[in-house]
């Protein structure tokens, strides 16, 4: 499973000066009792970091786990979806036949069904891996009903 992973508003506060990935260790410890989850980094960061420095913001058990960056859409300013769209260029490209699910703070379609939403002023909480959790249950579950069939 992939989970698309956003960082500003997520791992940190958006409305923080100093960017310490605070919330970092609470999505490892997740990450650590989900051992089939892999990140594909959806985060402005990945305009100013080269891959590799992306990936070593992530501990020495969980780094070898990012497995990709999404592409960057030409023109942010005419997509107000513009992350979704890197998204499924993503999955267009690399995986569109694996399951997923987005961590994220941004503008998303009301009837999209795979985000987990962080309020950016705070970041990421118990609350939302409790619901990334859920949705990743109830998407396993609905394959293995789809498999049977």
């Known amino acids: 499973m992939i989970l698309f992973l956003s960082f500003d508003g997520v791992l940190h506060s958006a409305g923080q000066t100093q960017q310490h990935f605070d919330r970092l260790p609470l999505l490892e410890n997740w990450l650590r009792t989900h051992d089939e989850i892999q990140l594909v980094i959806s985060s402005k960061w990945r305009k100013k970091m080269p891959f590799e420095d992306i990936c070593h ?9 990012v497995i990709g960056m999404t592409p960057l859409i030409a023109d942010e300013t005419h997509d107000e979806y513009w992350r979704l769209t890197e998204i499924f260029d993503w999955l267009n490209h690399c995986s569109a036949d ?25 970041g990421l909480t118990s ?23």
């Open 57 to 65: 913001i992530f501990s020495d058990d969980i780094r070898h786990r």
């Open 98 to 122: 694996v399951p997923w699910l987005v961590l994220d703070d941004g503008v998303f379609p009301q009837a999209f069904k795979r985000l987990v939403w962080c309020d950016p002023e705070k």
């Open 127 to 149: 609350d939302e891996l409790q619901k990334l959790s859920q949705m990743k249950s109830s998407m396993v579950r609905e394959m293995s009903a789809c498999r049977l069939n």
